[in-house]
């Protein structure tokens, strides 16, 4: 246990699965009592089994449940949790959720309301940032008021061009448009779907770099405003705008684009007086060398362990100590990177059915461990994968003294990684890994949908799984360890 006192007595995580359980972790080496929340298909979940309390927060659906505020405050405050950690995505970027914390005298752990209301106005973000001398794309940043406007700008600005939602965000109603025809259908259809999706259907246009890399800047903000990064993350590989695989260092940012990318981020930081953990996303273009301010994410991501890797830094642990007021306890001498950390995301999701969510009882669980291989899951034999929720299940993290040997290690982590029972895309994973372009580093953001990449048959797993019969069904050693642990008198506030 840490000797100091620790920043809060009591935290409750407002999230489920594998962020749920990576916080848990954290706030139990800083010796913090932790309040886990769950939906009624979550009462039997790993992030509940591994919290202190726990409390029902009601049925499946997340409005009702994971997006429910004021279920969430009640339980912070029925079991007396002082601060509430929102892990990513539910709550974690609505400055509403943020607001009501802070008027219910309970701490939210990330940014302010006012950073969340700046980071989700894409346009308005990008507006003030250009004021103030950050790069971004060559654009127009102003709401769209109609389709035969969008044309105008299309033709100033030249085709290919990319039409966003101004509250958008993960890529949701994105679409690249390569003429006058296809603009004028993606326009109406994408302004429906912002709406559907965020209550808002203002659009916005910009050049399209078809050739970009997505280059994303991990900073930490103390409350006194003092400023580090932990250097960058490549996140081109994505799947339908959907991040799968991610990486630390990037393969294409050398030590003077990594000095020009990490000043730009810091003084976004700086700029937008953000505080906390946050991440500064810019697109890269090789062909001018140049970075381009995409949007800040004004929560913790995913893919945050790849950065955990190569600087050893616990970026949970800054947020609560952030949150509680301390001063970061590192000056940016004081962080180094040191070798390769490559992240596969593990989603219940079927390559053979085009991805399709595959959710259902996980049978059989063994992951993968050995040198430099940290498994971030929210998973166990005999748990249920609900249909309700985000598929991802699991990231596997591999850390190696350079990119080729972590490559390696991670195909190694994954051809030893047993999860059966469900569908997933660990097959898909193993094929992007042995992919010669994707091994020579040469990756862009339209690499998934240009290269064809055939999912790989998962080898049958080696270790065998001891099976009991209790009465009529099978049940396994693992199950066994559900039910004890369920009847070891844990606090289960209903
Ligand atoms: C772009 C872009 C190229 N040009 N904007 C995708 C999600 C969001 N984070 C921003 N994204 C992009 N914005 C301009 N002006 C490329 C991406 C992008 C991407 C686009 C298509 C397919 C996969 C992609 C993966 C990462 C980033």
Known sequence: MSLESPPFKKILIANRGEIAVRVIRTCKELGIKTVAVYSSVDKDALHVLMADEACYIG??????????????IKAAKRTGAEAIHPGYGFLSQNPDFAERCEEEGLVFIGPSAEVHRFSGDKVGAKRFLAHNGIPVVPGKYEPLTDVDEALDV?????YPVMLKPRFGGGGIGMRICHGPDELREAFMASSKLALSAFGRSELYLEKYYPRARHI???ILVDKRGRVIHLFERECSIQRRFQKILEEAPSPIIDDELREKVTELAVRVAKTIKYINAGTIEFLFVPSEEAFYFLEVNSRIQVEHPVTEMITGVDIVEMQIR???GEDLPLDQEDVAMRGHAIECRIYAEDPERNFEPSPGRIMGYDPPGGPGVRVDDGVYAGCEVPPYYDP?????IVWA???????????RALEEYVIEGIKTNIGFHLAILRNPAFIKGDIYTRFLDEVKIEAEKIPLSRRPHVRETKGESEVTVEE?????WKLSGRVMLG
């Open 59 to 72: 049925p499946p659906e997340p409005l009702k449940s994971y997006l429910n505020m004021d279920a969430i």
């Open 154 to 158: 299309a033709e100033s600005i030249g």
């Open 216 to 218: 994303e800047v991990q």
């Open 322 to 324: 952030i949150a509680a």
């Open 392 to 396: 991802l299940i699991s990231k596997v």
């Open 401 to 411: 003294p350079n990119r080729e040997k972590a490559i390696i290690r991670m195909r």
């Open 480 to 484: 066994k360890a559900v039910d004890a």
